[in-house]
């Protein structure tokens, strides 16, 4: 079965500018998570979807970062007027459920350079 | 403030030696920890975990222990084959929360 995948793999833009990020989760997994991993840093939490409850966004850096996650599936993490310090990994990950034995399977990440 | 942490950025081993790949974590709230391994422009993969209420938990050549009193766990991967070359994450769960605190990560290099 498919995996969770992200799209673009790799995204390069100019500081200021806006980025969607897109994430396909598992199909049946009612969990999604955001993380990212800057240069030589672990995963960060960024914002964590369950089914209909409103979204965890504490892992959210700033107010330039946003997520939705249209009907219970797909994800977007949309980072607008981008700034340096954004250039990361972004990492999508989701779980059948959020029991804490779930497992949570990641996607292959999106590389963002900001320039 | 890193919560959880993985002190060695890398570690190199001879092809069917032990590996021990370590993790400190300073929050007490953690108690359910789990190890990740990554490949390049792969995600991270999800390899083994224990709930703090146990000391050691073993999947075939993968083990993972836990001293709650120390704030420490360690991975061993007995032996140790090239194809575990990757990095491997430490990450914790709090009670009541989802999101996974993960570590800096340890690069691990099987030797042939």
């Known amino acids: 079965g498919a995996g969770v995948s992200q799209s673009p793999s790799n995204k390069v833009t100019e500081k200021g500018k806006d980025v969607e990020l897109r994430c396909d989760p598992i199909?049946?997994?009612?969990?999604l998570y955001w993380y990212r991993q800057s240069l030589g840093q672990g995963l960060e939490f960024l914002i964590y979807f369950q089914g209909n409850s409103a979204p965890d966004k504490s892992g959210l850096p700033s107010d330039r970062f946003s997520a939705e996650r249209t009907g219970g599936s797909v994800s977007t993490l949309t980072i607008q007027r981008t700034q340096q310090e954004d250039s990361a990994v972004y990492l999508c990950a989701s779980s059948f459920s959020s029991g804490r034995g779930e497992t949570q399977y990641f996607g292959p990440g999106t590389r963002l350079l900001v320039l | 403030d890193q919560q959880v942490k993985q002190n060695s950025p890398s570690l190199s081993v001879q092809e069917g030696r032990i590996s021990i790949l370590n993790c400190d974590y300073t929050?007490?709230?953690?108690?359910?920890f789990l190890w990740y391994k990554k490949y390049p422009a792969e995600g991270p993969t999800f390899l083994i975990s224990i709930s703090s209420i146990k000391d050691k938990n073993e999947d075939g050549r993968f083990t993972v222990f836990l001293n709650k009193s120390a704030k420490h766990l360690s991975l061993h991967i007995v032996p140790s084959q090239p194809g575990d070359s990757a990095v491997y994450f430490c990450?914790?769960?709090?009670?009541?929360?989802?999101?996974?605190?993960f570590g800096s990560g340890t690069r691990l290099q099987v030797q042939p």
């Open positions: 199909s049946g997994h009612t969990a």
């Open positions: 929050n007490s709230m953690f108690d359910y």
């Open positions: 990450a914790a769960l709090t009670t009541g929360r989802r999101a996974l605190t």
